[in-house]
């Protein structure tokens, strides 16, 4: 009895994998036959290629961003090193002709100089490939330590200069910092953020043009090898 009853079960179970291997199969034929009728349309055509894009890009997502993405998405501090009027970098992959970001970091100055007082002075360079401009340019300054005289702070001068290949300098940054009355270091915790002072780019334009100056047509084409100096 106990030989039956195991060989009915060994039966039934049988059965209900051909049934289920029937089922799949059946599912597949009609899948099949979906993609068939809708690939013979032109529309059909572009609506699967676009699904399978969607697929790839979502699969994609799924492995090269990082598992706390949502939350980077919506931290200002992750993003403020990249300028808000400057296009993503992946534009330029598309055809676009946009100056490439680019992030200089300094842990020294490139030259230190002594008068009356101390200028600390950082240089990058920046090859400019395209026949477009920076849309702008930001400023980050971590762990700035501005001294106390007696009993006030010494005052920071801070500048931005651009000098072009043709000898055309302008000036977008010109600020001074200073230290509170109950404070020793001013910017350790939160870096000072500066974006370019557009104003008085134009200023600094106008007022060359007024001297009649014949470098200041700004051509791209001329101006490749930017120097971007900080004092």
Do not use: C
Request: glycine share 4%; hydrophobic share 40%.
């Amino acid at each position: 009895m106990r030989r039956d009853k195991s060989s009915g079960n060994r039966s039934s179970r049988t059965t209900m994998v051909f049934k289920a291997e029937g089922g799949l199969k059946t599912l597949s034929r009609v899948i099949r036959s979906w993609l068939k009728e809708i690939w013979s349309y032109g529309t059909g055509k572009a609506g699967l290629v676009l699904l399978a894009f969607f697929i790839f890009m979502a699969i994609l997502a799924l492995i090269t961003l990082p598992p706390d993405y949502r939350y980077i998405w919506n931290q200002p501090k992750y993003w403020q090193d990249y300028p808000q009027l400057a296009p993503p970098s992946w534009v330029r992959l598309l055809g676009e002709e946009k100056a490439e970001h680019r992030i200089y970091v300094f842990t020294k100055p490139t030259r230190v100089t002594t008068d009356s007082f101390r200028i600390f002075k950082y240089t990058a360079y920046y090859n400019l490939d395209v026949n477009d401009y920076p849309q702008d340019i930001v400023v980050k300054l971590i762990k700035v330590r501005v001294p106390h005289t007696g009993p006030t702070s010494a005052p920071i001068i801070l500048r931005v200069n651009v000098r072009r290949p043709d000898g055309v300098e302008l000036k977008v940054v010109d600020t001074t910092l200073y230290l509170s009355s109950n404070a020793t270091y001013a910017y350790v915790k939160e870096p000072l953020m500066m974006g370019i002072d557009r104003n008085l780019v134009v200023s600094e334009v106008s007022l060359k043009l007024l001297k009649g100056s014949t470098q200041t047509a700004l051509n791209p084409v001329i101006a490749i090898n930017y120097v971007f100096s900080k004092l």
